[in-house]
């Protein structure tokens, strides 16, 4: 049976046991027989995919990060009113995070011990830029309200689409994807309109 499982793992099946299991036992607590055993293969096989553990962790944050660059590059968040620009930004997100759940989740929690994390960290600040510039345009243009601090703003809105890592199980009984993203884009905008 093992031998069988050898056979037909890809880099992209041990990638997917990695992230879980970086996830269950955080990035430092995770060693290449946790790995080893978690995938039903031997360490020697896996090196046979990659060169280490660290490896693992950049393609799995390479594809948070990619997901979420990749929405900054959609024509509808590149064209239009800087404030329709940001509500389908942040509606995208809201998707991306779902989608992507396990690799977001832990983008969200490395915390810069290693060289992948730490360039991690930089690319994750620049994108959370992007969006605060977005947010800023908008408020210059009189669409969003300009009396909340943009850092400030574009934190709170960060802070609770990254906490849907948290609680989001995609089980088919609880929100639908849609469904949070509309939930999302309704309490960050609802508070972000400019009244009047």
């Known amino acids: 049976m093992t031998t069988a499982r050898r056979d037909t793992y890809t880099p992209e099946t041990l990638l997917s046991v990695a992230v879980r299991v970086f996830n269950e036992r955080g990035y430092d607590g995770t060693s290449m027989e946790h790995l080893s055993k978690a995938a039903g293969i031997s360490k020697s096989s896996i090196y046979h995919h990659v060169a280490g553990k660290e490896e693992?962790?950049?393609?799995?944050?390479?594809r948070a990060l990619d997901g979420l660059f990749g929405i900054l590059d959609e024509e509808h968040a590149r064209v239009g009113p800087a404030a329709e620009r940001l509500q389908y930004v942040v509606r995208r997100m809201v998707e991306v995070l779902i989608a992507e759940l396990p690799y977001v989740t832990l983008l969200l929690r490395v915390r810069g011990?290693?060289?992948?994390?730490?360039?991690?960290?930089?690319?994750r600040r620049e994108f959370d830029h992007r969006v605060a510039e977005l947010l800023k345009?908008?408020?210059?243009?009189g669409d969003v309200r300009g009396d909340v601090e943009v850092r400030l703003a574009t934190r709170l809105v960060f802070g609770m689409i990254n906490?849907?890592?948290e609680w989001y199980r995609p089980d088919g009984r609880g929100m639908s994807e849609r469904e949070v993203a509309d939930a999302v884009a309704q309490l960050v905008f609802g508070g972000l309109r400019k009244e009047g």
């Open 56 to 62: 693992l962790l950049r393609r799995a944050v390479t």
């Open 113 to 123: 011990n290693t060289v992948t994390e730490r360039w991690a960290l930089e690319r």
């Open 137 to 141: 345009a908008a408020a210059a243009d």
């Open 163 to 165: 906490s849907i890592v």
